[in-house]
T-cell receptor, first 115, second 113 residues
Framework: AQSVTQPDIHITVSEGASLELRCNYS??????LFWYVQSPGQGLQLLLK??????LVQGIKGFEAEFKRSQSSFNLRKPSVHWSDAAEYFC?????????????FGKGTLLTVNP | DAGITQSPRHKVTETGTPVTLRCHQT?????MYWYRQDPGHGLRLIHY???????DKGEVSDGYSVSRSKTEDFLLTLESATSSQTSVYFC????????????FGSGTQLSVL
């Protein structure tokens, strides 16, 4: 079974600073990997996804993520954070084949942005 | 935004009472999911549906049942609500599989007293 670990529960950055949110996954084959964002009181929105091809994936809102198979990681990055990026971020892993109905989510990283 | 409506948005109920949450979509997507979100646990899959009358259990299905009699509606029932079921419940839909993209509703805050 697949699993996801987000080591950082809460991160605080200053507006304009760079950001990296960590995600480590466990899955036996090539995984489908996702980052979702949740603003307060809202549902989740997909930022980006990876399955194959270029290991550096571009998403919405200026975010990108890099798949590193050797480290089982899929870290999310943004070069300059805006106050509107304050939200909770979830990494998720999906399986292929017959189990492709289900995503497994990490526990989330809450991002606070200081002015 | 994807057309997903969850009802009610907030509900307070008593232990032992049956509760039904509704998810309605206007996207004609095949797959529908119910997740619960709890602090420190992220999102956990309760049940999902891959077509009308086709449903299956997720990782935290005990105490919950679902029904899907129409493409657009997916109902989640707490047969006898317990305090441990106090949570925020999210419905999600996807057109192909969860490995494509999930669209989420705005959630239902359920409190079981």
């Amino acid at each position: 079974a697949q699993s996801v670990t987000q080591p950082d529960i809460h991160i605080t950055v200053s507006e304009g600073a760079s950001l990296e949110l960590r995600c480590n996954y466990s899955y036996g084959a090539t995984p489908y990997l996702f980052w979702y964002v949740q603003s307060p009181g809202q549902g989740l929105q997909l930022l980006l996804k990876y399955f194959s091809g270029d290991t550096l994936v571009q998403g919405i809102k200026g975010f990108e993520a890099e798949f590193k198979r050797s480290q089982s990681s899929f870290n999310l990055r943004k070069p300059s954070v805006h106050w509107s990026d304050a939200a909770e971020y979830f990494c998720a892993v999906g399986a292929g084949g017959g189990s492709n109905y289900k995503l497994t989510f990490g526990k989330g990283t809450l991002l606070t942005v200081n002015p | 935004d994807a057309g997903i409506t969850q009802s009610p948005r907030h509900k307070v109920t008593e232990t032992g009472t049956p509760v039904t949450l509704r998810c309605h979509q206007t996207e004609n997507h095949r797959y529908m999911y119910w997740y619960r979100q709890d602090p420190g646990h992220g999102l956990r899959l309760i049940h999902y549906s891959y077509g009308v009358k086709d449903t299956d259990k997720g990782e935290v299905s005990d105490g919950y049942s679902v029904s899907r009699s129409k493409t657009e509606d997916f109902l989640l029932t707490l047969e006898s609500a317990t305090s441990s079921q106090t949570s925020v419940y999210f419905c999600a839909i996807s057109d192909l599989t969860a490995n494509e993209k999930l669209f989420f509703g705005s959630g239902t805050q359920l409190s079981v007293l």
